[in-house]
Every structure is written in structure tokens, then in C-alpha cells.
T-cell receptor, first 111, second 115 residues
Framework: GQQLNQSPQSMFIQEGEDVSMNCTSS?????WLWYKQDPGEGPVLLIA?????ELTSNGRLTAQFGITRKDSFLNISASIPSDVGIYFC???????????FGGGTRLMVKP | ETGVTQTPRHLVMGMTNKKSLKCEQH?????MYWYKQSAKKPLELMFV???????ENNSVPSRFSPECPNSSHLFLHLHTLQPEDSALYLC??????????????FGPGTRLLVL
């Protein structure tokens, strides 16, 4: 089946630093989504991308839909302690309403 | 608050018990999903309901039995579970229609421990 490779698996950074993470796939997706999950909670949608090349921001977060439609990137600028959590990418193709999830990037921020 | 609620938030059960997980969405969506999230594994889709009809069963063992009485409510009935079924069970909903894209909104999950 389809797989999404998300990297890095974990990051430990200093408060104020910028963060980059990405997802790649062997298959084409028509939608890319980025979620954040806090401990003990469900994933919360951060950004949705619907067109190849699209660049979308949500506060300090910026995500891009890769031109090849096989990858996506999420950047967080000037990280703060509340950015701690697990970030998941998810992709959707034309085959119904099913999402394929990446393995997650665990972000830890040192104050 | 995402508009999707799940109860209970935590559940401990023995392998011979029968229990049910409940999900309710207040977003007016017509599609609902059950996912399983185990430690260090990607989210695993279990079941999909579109317009109250089950459209996906992702090779889930029969000890998990979903029920969708209407487009706002989704249940997951559990019986004779195994310890490896311990996980966070997440419900999600979306507005599904042909030819359009939609995003899924997740509930907070039920943390299940099978002893």
C-alpha cells in the first residue's frame, strides 16, 4: 500500500530556532494535510494544501505542496515551548476519502 | 475543541469484557472514521462510514465491531480483546462529496488498556 516517509522522526531544538520537517511518497497525492498531536489528545489540523506548488501559512507555520505532488514540507519559525508535540503529515489521492499518514515527527523545544 | 467528542477518554478492560467506545461529531459532516494509534506506529485506519454506510474495513479483526446509527454518531464495540489491542483509538469526521476534497477532524481519542 501507499506509504509516507516523514523525517526527521524526532527533533530537539532550542527555543527561538526554526524547524523544518518533510514528507515524501512514492505515489502522487492531491491533498496534503499537516496535523499536530499533543500528548493524550487527538491530532489537530494545522494546514491543508490542495494544489501542487501551493504555499500556505498559519501564523508561524508554513507548509508547501511539492511540485511533483509527492512531497510536502512544514516549517515552524521562532519555535516556542508550546510547539512541543508530534507533527503528522497526511496525504489523500483520488481514491475516495482515505488519508495516508506519515509516522510523525516528535518535536521537543528547550526553553 | 474540534467538534468531535469521544467517550470514555480512558478505558481499562479485561480480555473477556465487552465495552463500547462512542464518538459524536457536531460539525454536520457525513463521513466518520475509526483509527488506531499504537506507540511508534503511523495512524492505522480501521473503518470508514460514508452516509452511515460502511465503505471501508481495513482488515480489522472481528473482535472490533463498528456501528453508525446516524451521521453524527459512531460506536466501536469491543469484545474478547487482546493485550496488543491496547492503543489510542481516534474518531474523525469529514464532509465527503464526490469530486471535492475534504479534511478530517479528530476527536481526543480513547486510551484503551487491555489486561
Amino acid at each position: 500500500g501507499q506509504q509516507l516517509n516523514q523525517s526527521p522522526q524526532s527533533m530537539f531544538i532550542q527555543e527561538g530556532e526554526d524547524v523544518s520537517m518533510n514528507c515524501t511518497s512514492s505515489s502522487i497525492f492531491n491533498t496534503w494535510l499537516w496535523y499536530k498531536q499533543d500528548p493524550g489528545e487527538g491530532p489537530v489540523l494545522l494546514i491543508a494544501l490542495y494544489k501542487a506548488g501551493e504555499l500556505t501559512s498559519n501564523g508561524r507555520l508554513t507548509a508547501q505542496f511539492g511540485i511533483t505532488r509527492k512531497d510536502s514540507f512544514l516549517n515552524i519559525s521562532a519555535s516556542i515551548p508550546s510547539d512541543v508535540g508530534i507533527y503528522f503529515c497526511a496525504g489523500r489521492n483520488n481514491a475516495g476519502n482515505m488519508l495516508t499518514f506519515g509516522g510523525g515527527t516528535r518535536l521537543m523545544v528547550k526553553p | 475543541e474540534t467538534g468531535v467528542t469521544q467517550t470514555p477518554r480512558h478505558l481499562v478492560m479485561g480480555m473477556t469484557n465487552k465495552k463500547s467506545l462512542k464518538c459524536e461529531q457536531h460539525l454536520g459532516h457525513n463521513a466518520m472514521y475509526w483509527y488506531k494509534q499504537s506507540a511508534k506506529k503511523p495512524l492505522e485506519l480501521m473503518f470508514v462510514y460514508n452516509f452511515k454506510e460502511q465503505t471501508e474495513n481495513n482488515s480489522v479483526p472481528s473482535r472490533f465491531s463498528p456501528e453508525c446509527p446516524n451521521s453524527s454518531h459512531l460506536f466501536l464495540h469491543l469484545h474478547t480483546l487482546q493485550p496488543e489491542d491496547s492503543a489510542l483509538y481516534l474518531c474523525a469526521s469529514s464532509q465527503h462529496s464526490s469530486g471535492t476534497v475534504e479534511t478530517q477532524y479528530f476527536g481526543p481519542g480513547t486510551r484503551l488498556l487491555v489486561l
